[in-house]
């Protein structure tokens, strides 16, 4: 009996050993389930209206940011703020106001963040897509509730980014509709959504300042005209992507001659913008010229006995200072010998 009494005490005790591991299992899956649930919350609507900066910039599909960095750090620390860190980025057009915000989506992507920063994600918000086809009343305060339910469920890892965020006071999708702002406000005041805008100053004192409950949410990042010695340096740091986009080589001195020349005769726009216009359309310019070559027999001949020596490297055309004036005459309807 004795023997039998171990024998049975033993299956008693395997028994509940495997009753132990069997809720272990089951709360392991539970929870599994629930992380996994909550990781794939769906995002329709973000997904439909909204691009994602922070991925593309993991995957080098936004050019690098050449300075900046002092926005860059001043618009971090205001949305590690426990409260009012929403930011808004206030400078003329074409200065490099989205500029600060893929730096921003840059960092994050690598991590050069503070640690409540690290699992954000920088969204834009494309405003015209989420008016279109809104036929009927109420299919637009649908979709920005949507997007902010959306937000709210990704437990704060959403930062959003409204460019010419002015334009939204207005924002309405039928007749007599609410307006965008008036949807995001009761968001922000209960800090379900984390917002980046940019306008200029201008529009900011006229639509945004004198609507109090607006915007005191928001704390103002200036963004200036870059000097001309940091449009350079922002067309050297980006210079290669043009470069590797049109298959050319663009000169330090075409890089120079297009912040100068873009100074002196452009006087309605603003670096760096300007400057990267006219080394994008020049490098155009070249590429074309390039192309139209290619195509005579000779040339034809030449690419033969390129392809026959396996070590030989494509010599790509140079962008110089004659083309950048040839682009800059075009624009302001001159000839190109009277630019200097």
Known sequence: ???????????????????????????????????????????????????????????????????????????????????????????????????????????????????????????????????????????????????????????????????????????????????????????????????????????YEQYIQPDESWDRRFQVVLVDEPSAEESVNILQGIKKNYEDYHKVKISDEAISAAVRLSQEYIKNRRLPDKAIDIMDEASAMVNVEKGSRHHSAAALLHLASKKACENCQEEYPVVDVDHVKDVVADWVGMKKEEIH
Not at 44 to 58: G, I, R, Y
Not at 139 to 145: A, L, N, P, S
Not at 166 to 187: C, M, R
């Open 1 to 203: 009996m004795g023997e039998f009494d171990l024998v049975v005490n033993i299956l008693g005790y395997w028994k509940f050993f495997i009753f132990i591991i069997a809720v272990l299992v089951a709360v392991f899956y539970f929870y599994k389930s629930k992380k996994g649930s909550s990781s794939t919350i769906s995002t329709k609507n973000l997904e439909m209206f909204a691009v994602d900066l922070t991925a593309q910039a993991k995957l080098g599909k936004i050019d690098p940011v050449v300075g900046r960095q002092e926005e860059i750090d001043r618009a971090t620390q205001i949305l590690t703020r426990r409260t009012k860190n929403n930011v808004i980025l206030v400078g003329a057009p074409g200065v490099g106001k989205t500029a600060v915000v893929e730096g921003l989506a840059g960092r994050i992507a690598t991590g050069d963040v503070p640690e409540v920063l690290l699992n954000k994600r920088v969204l834009l918000l494309q405003v015209a897509e989420l008016l279109a086809g809104t036929k009927y009343r109420g299919e637009f305060e649908q979709r920005i509730k949507g997007i902010v339910q959306e937000i709210k469920n990704s437990n704060r890892t959403i930062i959003l980014f409204i460019d010419e965020i002015h334009t939204i006071t207005e924002t309405k999708g039928t007749e007599g509709a609410v307006n965008l702002s008036d949807i995001l406000k009761p968001a922000l005041a209960r800090g379900d959504l984390q917002l980046i805008g940019a306008t200029t100053q201008k529009e």
